[in-house]
């Protein structure tokens, strides 16, 4: 079956390592546009950070963000939400706060702090309208409609905090993307295979005609629904192993090379 929409993870498959799209990926992306192929992409980043990226490969669908808790375009109302309850929100944050971890959280394009670090957000600098919120210790007046949790730390402790997270709240939430220097905390069931869903009902097409790139722990399940799943030549091993197809590395074109093979060339899938 022909495929009809690419969808790309961002940080470590369709960037590089720093935090660039490089001039091949985007032409290949362009000419699979032109060739009537729809792309858009699927990330744990917030959507205006996600949009930051897609406006550069020319994305005009609905983007899957915060790993698959929301799916909206650029701007006006989103096609799928789904939030904390304010209840489970104040719980998480609170034992952050407790605990003294780096917590940001996502109320539609706006984050949260409790105190900004910048070593905390590299990259960010690279993109348009992107603010952080500093609200000190009052947590409590921001804990609606929350999207996700994200909790850094640059001391080499991400791995024993996600283990903490996950034996206290186990059956109540879903942790994924150890980045080792972060960890994403979503609703129960959130991954980036429940936004897809929603995006290719909306645009009347299949799972099969999906082609979907990634390279971490959170591309798992977003890879095993699509069609075509493709691995990074740098994903981790438990991606490669569900992946239909394993491209190049991040640093050397991946998704391109998939595009031009499997794609423009139309090598058997």
Known sequence: MAIKLIVTDLD????????LISDRN???IDAAKAAGVMVTVATGRMCVAAAHYARRIGVTLPIVSCNGGLVRAYTGKAVFTHCFTRELAREVIALCYERDWNVQWYIDDKVYVQKFNQKLFRGYNLIDDFA?????NDFESHLDDVIQIVIRDLDGNIGNIQKCIYEKFQGRLTVQQNTEVSVDIDALGINKSVGIEVLIKELGITKDEVMAFGDADNDIEMLKYVGVGVAMGNAIAAVKEVADIITEDNEHDGVAVAIEKYILNKYSL
């Open 12 to 19: 470590g498959t369709l960037l590089t390592d720093e935090k």
């Open 26 to 28: 985007k032409a290949a």
């Open 132 to 136: 952080v919120t500093e609200i000190g």
